[in-house]
């Protein structure tokens, strides 16, 4: 289990217990957190599951894939700190992970 | 389908005798009644990980956990074979499915942006109202041939869309599709591999002359990395992105129409709950895996206990994963209302399916426009719904009955 913090575009946090397994995109998804459409269900082939994850974190939260990279190409506003959230995995290390969304997936 | 006869062969030495299941995945007992059905017996029934004599010899995974090992870890199970029985005559390579990372990463990028969600979009409107005109044809008539008047005909409109190619032409192209997913005989998918590439040879050239916003242009005048794309390598792209979408769809609409035809209170349910959508297609789709691709061992190494030796090859019956009462409890029985559904059938790892967002928006418009027309409906008494197996599990003939009074328009 890991505690996850949301923070949407404008701001808003949600703090939620995710658990170690399931994906920080599946985290979002099964509690109704708004800005993470996730159209296809984390199978890295829609790039709507952008977040921007906080710098304290990218160490722990892994190295992009090479099939992630390519489809952050689809998205919008990608910066260093990008990732397509099913592609992290939970683990009680993430215990306290903050990611925040784009201002929109499409 | 007839399935051919496959002498089995030899035992290795290194396999293990309890390893042993004498499993035929072209004709697997009770296919006939219902396919994920038969595997499961094997997955119940087998060791986790089993040896079979048949179709060459090969290993089957049949447990989530191993599945997506395999799937994920490309270095030790690599696509460069994936169908079975191994096909030394084999020289075309299916891009992207043939090849692993890194060499598989540019040829994904070609593809992508043509499924990406803003697409899917797009093509929406034109899969609704195409599927709203079958089903409002079909509503007076009182009965149908499934499979055929409907489940293939909204796939196959999606592709020609897709690569602007004559709505026509699906009359040619879909026997060849059923022969490459399902026919145990190397020679005829070849064959039908051939017609499908000569077929778009006269379209490739034009577009290469003039191109278009549609996806054959797109490839034809892709960039590979740094290079630009060469003939083979647009055929192999091309032919896959037909083949891989067109009997897929249809054989998961065939499965889940024959549940719903089966299941009248999930059917009701639904109706009254459309806000069950979502979860509802998940678990028809869990429940409905289809795809039985293989992996080849690139060396010698262990998994689960087992000994696996560097050029075998293991299948990875995906069907299984969501089926695996390890993962979900109760995995036989469809409940619209499961937390966290969770299934492999799109794959997982470098190759999950990019056309997972298109399949699963083509489903959604079939149950919504079908239920809103045509409420109840059966199978047809005394009919048989027939089912195969083979590297994709399938639906080939689904009659249904209904009465017309009971249909809306
Ligand atoms: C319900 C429908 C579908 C299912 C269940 C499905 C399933 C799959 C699976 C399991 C794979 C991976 C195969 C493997 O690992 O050996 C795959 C790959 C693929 N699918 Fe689908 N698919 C579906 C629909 C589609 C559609 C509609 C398209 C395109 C129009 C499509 C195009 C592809 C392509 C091009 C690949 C190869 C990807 C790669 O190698 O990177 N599929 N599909
Ligand atoms: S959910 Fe589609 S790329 Fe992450």
Request: hydrophobic share 40%; net charge negative.
């Amino acid at each position: 289990m890991a505690k996850i913090t949301y923070i949407e575009h404008d701001g808003t946090e949600h703090a939620i217990d995710v658990k170690t397994g399931l994906s920080v995109m599946e985290g979002a998804v099964k509690n109704n957190i708004p800005g993470i459409d996730a159209d296809c269900g984390g199978a890295c082939a829609c790039a709507t599951c952008h977040v921007y994850v906080d710098e304290a974190w990218l160490a722990k939260t892994g190295e992009r894939t090479a099939m992630e990279e390519s489809m952050l190409d689809f998205a919008e506003g990608v910066a260093e700190n990008s990732r397509l959230s099913c592609q992290i995995r939970v683990t009680d290390d993430l215990d306290g992970l903050r990611v925040t969304m784009p201002e929109s997936q499409h | 389908m007839q399935a051919i006869s496959r002498p089995p062969v030899e035992r290795p030495a290194h396999v293990p005798p309890e390893r042993v299941v004498d499993f035929d995945f072209f004709a697997p007992p009770g296919a006939g009644e219902d396919v994920q059905l038969a595997w499961k017996r094997l997955q119940d029934e087998g060791p986790d990980i089993l040896w079979t004599p048949r179709n060459g010899g090969h290993w089957i995974a049949t447990r989530a956990e191993d599945i997506r090992e395999i799937q994920t870890n490309f270095q030790r199970f690599s696509h460069r074979v994936f169908t079975l029985p191994y096909d030394p005559q084999q020289t075309h390579v299916p891009l992207p499915l043939g090849v692993d990372p890194p060499v598989h990463t540019p040829y994904r990028r070609i593809i992508m942006p043509a499924f990406l969600p803003k697409v899917v979009n797009s093509v929406e409107a034109m899969v609704r109202e195409l599927a709203a005109g079958l089903v409002a044809d079909l509503a007076p008539r009182g009965e149908c041939e499934f499979i055929e008047d409907f489940a293939r005909k909204l796939p196959i409109a999606v592709f020609m869309k897709m690569v602007d190619l004559p709505y026509e032409d699906r009359e040619t192209l879909l026997p060849w599709a059923e022969v490459v997913v399902r026919s145990p005989d190397q020679a005829k998918r070849r064959e039908a591999q051939a017609n499908m590439m000569g077929y778009l040879a006269k379209f490739v050239e034009a577009r290469r002359a003039s191109p278009g916003d549609d996806l054959i242009s797109t490839v034809v005048h892709a960039q590979v990395a740094d290079r630009p794309i060469t003939n083979e390598e647009t055929f192999s792209l091309l032919t896959l992105l037909l083949f891989g979408g067109l009997d897929t769809v249809a054989s998961l609409l065939g499965f889940i129409c024959r549940f719903m035809a089966t299941h009248p209170e999930h059917r009701r349910d639904l109706i009254a709950h459309p806000e069950l959508q979502k979860n509802a297609l998940e678990e028809l789709i869990r429940r409905h895996g289809i795809s039985n691709t293989a992996r080849y061992v690139t060396e010698d190494c262990e998994l689960s206990g087992v000994a696996l030796k560097a050029g075998e090859l293991i299948q990875v019956p995906n069907s299984l994963f969501g089926l695996d009462e390890r993962l979900n409890p109760d995995p036989l029985t469809v409940d619209f209302r499961r937390e966290d559904v969770r299934h492999a059938a799109f794959g997982n790892g470098p190759h999950t399916c990019p056309g997972a967002v298109l399949a699963r928006r083509e489903i959604a418009v079939f149950l919504e426009e079908w239920l809103a027309r045509i409420p109840e409906f059966e199978l047809k008494p005394g009919s048989h719904p027939e089912m195969a197996s083979g590297h994709v599990n399938g639906v080939t003939r689904l009659e249904l009955v209904w009465d017309p009074a009971t249909t809306r328009s």
